[in-house]
């Protein structure tokens, strides 16, 4: 069966701490894995990882993917109270299914 | 660009009950998925739409759960009757390409049931 697994499930941080959020993956048929970033609203879209050690960076976030050891890890640097969120990661199975983990609830404190 | 509409934003009802949602992808977007989150999950894909066609509903519990996407563009959820089980958020979201690839979903901001 399919399943992807995040850790850890919750984190508690202060601003300007550095975190990482990881992402393990067992899926038929792996085309691409993704973050997304849930806030009390749409989960927004942050990156998309298809090649194997290549990584993505967006300002204070990066993210890079492992196909060998099936695992993508997602850091964040100099944390603010707005990345406060739910972290979602999710595997691409075949031409269009997304498999997603639980989620790892960040919360960073002032 | 408008994002995904969907409403709304809560609701609240009794078991045995019907409650339908509404979703609004974003302009041009052929795919429409219809997700179920529960607290503490990630999203469970219930069922996607390739313009009115489905593409894939083996997750969706058919005996109370129904949806169509008629013109395909706007979309309904309808759950009758509802369950306590049922309480969850319900999120839409769309997509340009079917392909891997290309395929980013974009999601709306999802309706919160709750089942008494």
């Known amino acids: 069966e399919d399943k992807v697994v995040q850790s850890p499930l919750s984190l508690v941080v202060h601003e300007g701490d550095t975190v990482t959020l990881n992402c393990s993956y067992e899926?038929?048929?792996?085309?691409?894995l993704l973050w997304y970033k849930q806030e009390k609203k749409a989960p927004t879209f942050l990156f998309m990882l298809t090649s194997s050690g290549i990584e993505k960076k967006s300002g204070r976030l990066s993210s890079i993917l492992d196909k060998k050891e099936l695992f993508s890890i997602l850091n964040i640097t100099a944390t603010q109270t707005g990345d406060s969120a739910v972290y979602l990661c999710a595997a691409i199975r075949g031409t269009y299914k997304y498999i997603f983990g639980t989620g790892t609830r960040l919360k960073v404190l002032a | 660009e408008a994002g995904v509409a969907q409403s709304p934003r809560y609701k609240i009802i009794e078991k045995r009950q019907s409650v339908a949602f509404w979703c609004n992808p974003i302009s041009g977007h052929a795919t429409l998925y219809w997700y179920q989150q529960i607290l503490g999950q990630g999203p469970k894909l219930l069922i996607q739409f390739q313009n009115n066609g489905v593409v894939d509903d083996s997750q969706l519990p058919k005996d109370r759960f129904s949806a169509e996407r008629l013109k395909g563009v706007d979309s309904t959820l309808k759950i009758q009757p509802a369950k306590l089980e049922d309480s969850a958020v319900y999120l839409c979201a769309s997509s340009s390409f079917i392909l891997a690839a290309k395929n980013i979903q974009y999601f709306g901001a999802g309706t919160r049931l709750s089942v008494l």
């Open positions: 899926v038929t048929n792996f085309r691409s």
